[in-house]
Nanobody, 123 residues
Framework: QVQLVESGGGFVQAGGSLRLSCAAS????????MGWFRQAPGKEREFVAA????????YYAGSVKGRFTISRDNAKNTVYLQMNSLNPEDTAVYYC????????????????WGQGTQVTVSS
């Protein structure tokens, strides 16, 4: 069992930056693939970024590649999402998920989810 708690969301102007954190409970954090997804009003939850259990590989959606960076600190049981050059289209609730296997961009690959943190970007 893994419990995830996101933080770091907020209100920012276009062009600004935010860093999201996702703190995990449990001793097996380092065995999980961690991913960030987001859901805008009226839209389905979409993949943003993922990182393998060791942190050796990262994956990004095309819409955020070059602007967002995912990282993790297994000693702190935490995964991060650094978001730069934000634009209004990035406005959404951001969720972190923990999974064991399967395509990293697929919602169903993740077994545990946090409650989400709101990111709002004004133009």
């Amino acid at each position: 069992q893994v419990q995830l708690v996101e933080s770091g969301g907020g209100f920012v102007q276009a062009g600004g930056s935010l860093r999201l954190s996702c703190a995990a409970s449990g001793r097996t954090f380092s065995s999980y693939i961690m991913g960030w997804f987001r859901q805008a009003p009226g839209k389905e939850r979409e993949f943003v970024a993922a990182i393998t259990s060791s942190g050796s590989s990262t994956y990004y959606a095309g819409s955020v590649k070059g602007r967002f960076t995912i990282s993790r600190d297994n000693a702190k049981n935490t995964v991060y999402l650094q978001m730069n050059s934000l634009n209004p289209e990035d406005t959404a609730v951001y969720y972190c998920g923990a999974g064991v296997s399967g395509p990293v961009g697929r919602f169903g690959s993740y077994h545990y989810w946090g409650q989400g943190t709101q990111v709002t970007v004004s133009s």
